[in-house]
């Protein structure tokens, strides 16, 4: 080997530039002495230079830098200059990994040319690879006998990797030798070269195969088919439909593994759209498995089967093959098959049921609503949901008035499952039908219209809303409606004008449930005029009606109420009171995205000295917790101090010192200490020390 010279290869190139062209037919006119040795020449000396000695692991821009320099090259004549080049730098003791990525950039620009060297390097183990990658991509005549004269050369691992190369190539002239390995080769060199037969066009290649087939045996004959498979689809792709139609067909009928006959059997299958059908359905019948259900599968590509025929087929099948179908029907989305679906709804097997249920989504119309939605009332969890969702899913125009028309003629539990559905298909025109189940029928039909009000009714409907929960039977009917008509209300943009309608039937209401219950839903909607409302009924002589102001106050959507509901908290004489508003005081604290943390700090504070009972110390110190501030920190330290919610204190003091670890850490450390020292909860320690390692 020899040292690159890329300044010696560029001079001699100029020369030859020189020498000839006063010879050179078509010597494009700027190719002169003068400028033979352009620019970009030069930059790719300079580039090889710094590329011969390249190991992996070194910086890759020089090599980047050159193969974005051979993107822009536009001159013929500085790319064969180029060329010219990488062949001399084959021939020099550049690295392996250099020659490697020059072998890269011949398979672009290579021709003629480079075949002489590349074919040299096909007789060197380490470097036959690279070349190959070359030889497989240059447009060269010459290529093809530049591998078939290695091909006689050489063996093992370097034959197998030619053999391949002539397979990607498509060499014609290679079938000969190559069917010389379907006899005499080891396994692993007649699996090549059966392999790379099967990549070459034309029916030679074919007829070698056959012919080796009928010798063969054991993995000698699984190779070969595996040619001939590959051989079948290269014969269709060309338009060879008769013979790639004889190898599948023969492949298919053959006692050959179960892969090999799926393959064949989709082969058939693109070769034989008529007879498709047929193939298939007998296809189904077949004592293997996997044949089965690639015919199943295969039923999508195929042209339509009837359903006289597909239905006799399907009451054949075992339970997972009639899912499998059922799931092929459902993807055809062909209605036709929507019997096969609603009679396996009977199966045995509860896999078949569900996977029928699933079929009638797009299977489904109005015909099949009302089973459903028995299924749904009547069948095991799983079951049911799968019903449930094809109600809500099945696409068919019919299904909602099908819905509707179940609704006044169902009851029970299958009435239920179509209320809901109502909501889950969101059908809007059915608001006067659900108002009026509202009002009538069996309590969970009303309890679940009540429900379903929320989701589909407008604006427009509020008012019937509100005479539907001032007339409830129930505390469950009440609570229904409550959040029904609040989430109807809150469709409203202005919030100001969201509680118009409510504190109009407010003040025309004198029953003191109904009364409770408008102000629940004015606490949930956060009209800032019902706000007044809601404070005076604080001072209520009413305990019930105190109670319902409290709770309404509770939910509003921002602190607004947070100092009358500590005042309650702590001067009311009525301990019921006392709790629900402390426990609403808080709650509207942490809700409060509005609040900073040092704000809902001083709050919580405040809540606990006026809190007597445990379960409400242990919520302000839940929700201090929540806090990312050192202010909150130093409060929950505080805490560790009361027996009763010592634990409650060291787990706020680890949550909040995870969040602010990487702001405050010496204050956490000190924090953290103090928590080991104090509380004996292995847990809580146990939090306190992973925090502790985390701690920069």
């Given at each position: 080997m020899k040292k690159f010279q890329p300044l010696v290869i560029l001079s001699v190139l100029t020369l030859v530039f020189f020498i000839s062209a006063p010879f050179a037919n078509e010597l494009p006119p700027q190719v002169t002495p003068a400028?033979?040795?352009?620019?970009?020449?030069?930059?790719?000396?300079?580039?090889?230079?710094?590329?011969?000695?390249?190991?992996?692991?070194?910086?890759?821009?020089?090599?980047?830098?050159?193969?974005d320099l051979l993107v822009k090259i536009e001159s013929k004549e500085t790319l064969v200059a180029a060329e010219y080049m990488f062949i001399d730098f084959l021939k020099s003791d550049a690295t392996l990994p250099a020659k490697q990525f020059i072998c890269r950039k011949l398979s672009i620009i290579g021709t003629d040319a480079s075949v002489p060297v590349l074919q040299e390097m096909l007789m060197n183990d380490e470097t036959a690879d690279m070349a190959r990658y070359a030889l497989e991509r240059i447009p060269s005549q010459d290529v093809e006998q530049a591998l078939l004269t290695a091909l006689e050369k050489t063996d093992g691992r370097t034959r197998i990797g030619i053999i391949n190369s002539l397979g990607k190539?498509?060499?014609?002239?290679?079938?000969?030798?190559?069917?010389?390995?379907?006899?005499?080769?080891?396994?692993?060199?007649?699996?090549?070269?059966?392999?790379?037969?099967?990549?070459?066009?034309?029916?030679?290649?074919?007829?070698?195969?056959?012919?080796?087939?009928?010798?063969?045996?054991?993995?000698?004959?699984?190779?070969?088919?595996?040619?001939?498979?590959?051989?079948?689809?290269?014969?269709?792709?060309?338009?060879?439909?008769k013979q790639a139609t004889e190898i599948y067909s023969n492949l298919y009928k053959s006692e050959s593994p179960a892969p090999i006959r799926v393959a064949a059997l989709r082969g058939m299958i693109k070769t034989s759209q008529d007879e498709a059908p047929s193939i298939l359905l007998n296809a189904t019948k077949d004592e293997s498995a996997a044949i089965i259900s690639a015919a199943i599968d295969l039923l999508r590509e195929s042209p339509k089967i009837p359903f006289q025929k597909m239905a006799p087929v399907f009451n054949e099948l075992a339970p997972r093959f009639k899912v499998q179908l059922l799931a092929a029907l459902?993807?055809?989305?062909?209605?036709?098959?929507?019997?096969?679906?609603?009679?396996?709804?009977?199966?045995?097997?509860?896999?078949?049921?569900?996977?029928?249920?699933?079929?009638?989504?797009?299977?489904?119309?109005?015909?099949?609503?009302?089973?459903?939605?028995?299924?749904?009332?009547?069948?095991?969890?799983?079951?049911?949901?799968?019903?449930?969702?094809?109600?809500?899913?099945?696409?068919?125009?019919?299904?909602?008035?099908?819905?509707?028309?179940?609704?006044?003629?169902?009851?029970?539990?299958?009435?239920?499952?179509?209320?809901?559905?109502?909501?889950?298909?969101?059908?809007?025109?059915?608001?006067?039908?659900?108002?009026?189940?509202?009002?009538?029928?069996?309590?969970?039909?009303?309890?679940?219209?009540?429900?379903?009000?929320?989701?589909?009714?407008?604006?427009?409907?509020?008012?019937?809303?509100?005479?539907?929960?001032?007339?409830?039977?129930?505390?469950?009917?009440?609570?229904?409606?409550?959040?029904?008509?609040?989430?109807?209300?809150?469709?409203?943009?202005?919030?100001?004008?969201?509680?118009?309608?409510?504190?109009?039937?407010?003040?025309?209401?004198?029953?003191?449930?109904?009364?409770?219950?408008?102000?629940?839903?004015?606490?949930?909607?956060?009209?800032?005029?019902?706000?007044?409302?809601l404070r005076q009924a604080l001072g209520s002589d009413d305990e019930?009606?105190?109670?319902?102001?409290?709770?309404?106050?509770s939910d509003w959507p921002s602190s607004a109420p947070a100092d009358e509901l500590f005042d309650l908290a702590k001067n009311s004489q009525s301990p019921?009171?006392?709790?629900?508003?402390?426990?609403?005081?808080?709650?509207?604290?942490?809700?409060?995205?509005?609040?900073?943390?040092?704000?809902?700090?001083?709050?919580?504070?405040?809540?606990m000295h006026i809190a007597e009972q445990v379960n409400e110390k242990r919520m302000i110190l839940s929700g201090l917790g929540e806090l990312n501030s050192v202010i909150a920190l130093n409060a929950a330290l505080g805490y560790l101090k009361m027996d009763s919610v010592v634990n409650e204190a060291g787990a706020a003091i680890v949550q909040i010192s995870d969040s602010i670890r990487g702001q405050q850490p010496e204050k956490v450390k000190a924090a953290l200490q103090t928590l080991l020292e104090t509380v004996e909860n292995p847990n809580i320690q146990e939090d306190a020390k992973n925090v502790l390692e985390k701690v920069k």
């Open positions: 400028n033979a040795v352009d620019h970009a020449e030069e930059e790719i000396v300079r580039l090889l230079e710094q590329i011969q000695w390249y190991e992996y692991g070194m910086s890759r821009e020089p090599l980047s830098e050159l193969s190539r498509g060499s014609q002239k290679s079938v000969k030798p190559l069917s010389l390995f379907l006899e005499k080769g080891d396994q692993v060199t007649l699996q090549a070269a059966a392999t790379a037969l099967g990549k070459i066009d034309g029916s030679d290649a074919a007829q070698a195969l056959q012919r080796a087939q009928k010798r063969a045996m054991g993995s000698a004959e699984l190779a070969i088919k595996d040619g001939l498979l590959l051989c079948a689809d290269n014969l269709l792709e060309n338009g060879e439909v459902a993807d055809l989305k062909d209605e036709t098959y929507q019997p096969i679906a609603v009679n396996a709804l009977q199966a045995e097997t509860v896999e078949v049921r569900k996977a029928a249920l699933q079929a009638l989504i797009p299977l489904g119309d109005a015909s099949v609503v009302i089973p459903v939605a028995e299924i749904a009332a009547t069948a095991p969890k799983d079951e049911a949901d799968q019903a449930r969702s094809t109600l809500a899913r099945m696409p068919a125009s019919s299904v909602d008035e099908a819905v509707l028309n179940g609704i006044e003629n169902t009851e029970g539990k299958v009435r239920v499952e179509l209320i809901n559905a109502v909501s889950e298909r969101y059908i809007t025109t059915a608001v006067p039908t659900v108002l009026a189940m509202s009002r009538q029928g069996d309590d969970a039909s009303r309890n679940a219209a009540i429900k379903v009000l929320g989701d589909i009714a407008k604006p427009e409907d509020l008012s019937k809303l509100l005479d539907v929960l001032v007339h409830t039977r129930s505390n469950s009917e009440t609570e229904a409606a409550v959040l029904s008509v609040a989430q109807v209300a809150s469709q409203i943009d202005e919030q100001a004008e969201r509680g118009e309608l409510v504190l109009q039937k407010l003040d025309n209401t004198e029953d003191v449930q109904d009364r409770i219950a408008l102000m629940r839903v004015l606490g949930k909607i956060g009209d800032p005029d019902g706000l007044d409302v019930e009606t105190q109670v319902a102001a409290v709770r309404a106050l019921r009171v006392k709790v629900l508003a402390l426990r609403g005081y808080i709650e509207l604290i942490r809700n409060d995205q509005d609040l900073s943390d040092d704000e809902k700090t001083a709050m919580l504070q405040n809540a």
